[in-house]
């Protein structure tokens, strides 16, 4: 089946970039996207990758995608202390249209 | 912005009983889920609708889990006996994507976190 691979943890002062990673196996992935989830609540859904794009831009968030390495990447400019959270990457498979998601990345910012 | 609606927002019941979660979807939106998050891992598809109908509930252990959907509107998911390892958040989420449209992203509710001792 799919799988979805992030590493655990990213720990970066306020106001540098943070960049997550995520890689995936699914060769027939159509959309991808990234989630955060803050502690103790649902996953809201911060930007989405069409899979014939390679970047996508929305304000401070930056989305990078090489489909030849099955590779995904989530730049956050200027990290504040409120993007402290776990961020998850999800890649949708439309011929079972089903979304699978990645162990989550938490991001830690420190002042 | 319109919102998944799920309760109750924490449930803790003992192994054996019975236990319910209920979701109001996004109206509008024809797709559901019910995904199931154990702590520190990513959410995991327990099932999908397409309106009233099931489309994918491979993953639901179906000897004591069930989920409905009667009228394609909300959603009762049900397990019955609970077991200690059912404690988890579970999560609904809707999209708007009927089938052969375009993917629409998922949107999700602030889940149910159960606590079966």
């Known amino acids: 089946g799919e799988d979805v691979e992030q590493s655990l943890f990213l720990s970066v002062r306020e106001g540098d970039s943070s960049v997550i990673n995520c890689t995936y196996t699914d060769s027939s992935s159509t959309y991808l996207y990234w989630y955060k989830q803050e502690p103790g609540a649902g996953l809201q859904l911060l930007t989405y990758i069409f899979s014939n794009m390679d970047m996508k831009q929305d304000q401070r968030l930056t989305v990078l995608l090489n489909k030849k390495d099955k590779h995904l990447s989530l730049r956050i400019a200027d990290t504040q202390t409120g993007d402290s959270a776990i961020y998850f990457c999800a890649d949708l498979n439309t011929g079972f249209q089903k979304l699978v998601f990645g162990t989550g990345t938490r991001l830690l910012v420190s002042p | 912005e319109a919102e998944v609606a799920q309760s109750p927002r924490y449930k803790i019941t003992e192994k054996s009983q019975a236990v319910a979660f209920w979701c109001d979807p996004i109206s509008g939106h024809a797709t559901l889920y019910w995904y199931r998050q154990i702590l520190g891992q990513g959410p995991e598809l327990l099932v999908q609708?397409?309106?009233?109908?099931?489309?994918?509930d491979s993953q639901l252990p179906k000897d004591r889990f069930s989920a409905e959907r009667l009228k394609g509107v909300d959603s009762t998911l049900k397990i019955q006996p609970a077991e200690l390892g059912d404690s988890a958040m579970y999560l609904c989420?809707?999209?708007?994507?009927?089938?052969?449209?375009?993917?629409?992203?998922?949107?999700f509710g602030n889940g149910t976190r159960l606590t079966v001792t």
């Open positions: 989420a809707s999209s708007f994507e009927r089938g052969d449209e375009e993917a629409s992203p998922l949107h």
């Open positions: 609708f397409q309106d009233e109908s099931v489309v994918d």
